[in-house]
C-alpha cells in the first residue's frame, strides 16, 4: 500500500494590523488551518510576527525552516515587508529553494518568477487604489 504524504507547511501569522484591521491570531489561525485543509497541506503550528513595525524575526524563522518543510502558509499577502528589497528577497527564499509561499486570505501562492509578477501587482493595486482620491 502505497502512502501519499502531504506537503507540509509552517503558519505565519501576525499580531500587527493587516490593511487597517486588527485580526485576533485565533481568527487568523482559523483562517490559515481551513485553508491548509482545503488544499490537502499538513498544517504545522503557526509562527506569530512581533508587534513592532518593519520587525520580521518570525518571518525569517520560517524561511531558515525552509529546508525541512515544503512551504508556509501566511494568513495575508499584505503581511509581507512594506520595503520591496526585503520583499524581494522573501520571494526570492522561496523560489530558489523550491518552495510555496501561500497567502490564505488571498487564495493565492507563490513558487514562480511569474506569481512574483502577480503578487507585486497585486500589491501595487492596492497600494495605489487606498491613496487614489477617488470620489464617486
Not at 503558519?11 to 490593511?19: E, F, K, L, N, S
Not at 495575508?76 to 528589497?85: Q, Y
Not at 528577497?89 to 487564495?107: C, I, Y
Request: aromatic residues 8%; positive net charge.
Amino acid at each position: 500500500m502505497t502512502t501519499i504524504l502531504k506537503p507540509v507547511c509552517r503558519g505565519y501569522i501576525t499580531a500587527r494590523h493587516v490593511r487597517g484591521s486588527h485580526v485576533p491570531q485565533r481568527v487568523q489561525n482559523l483562517v490559515v488551518r481551513d485553508y491548509t485543509q482545503r488544499n490537502g497541506i499538513e498544517f504545522r503550528l503557526s509562527e506569530v510576527e512581533y508587534l513592532m513595525p518593519g520587525c520580521y524575526i518570525m518571518l525569517n524563522s520560517v524561511i531558515a525552516e525552509l529546508p525541512h518543510i515544503n512551504g508556509v502558509v501566511a494568513y495575508s499577502l499584505f503581511m509581507m515587508p512594506k520595503r520591496l528589497g526585503r520583499r524581494l528577497n522573501v520571494w526570492k527564499s522561496f523560489v530558489d529553494t523550491g518552495r510555496t509561499l501561500h497567502f490564505a486570505v488571498e487564495n493565492f501562492s507563490l513558487s514562480t518568477a511569474t506569481d512574483i509578477q502577480t503578487a507585486e501587482d497585486i500589491l501595487a493595486i492596492d497600494e495605489t487604489s487606498s491613496t487614489s482620491n477617488l470620489q464617486f
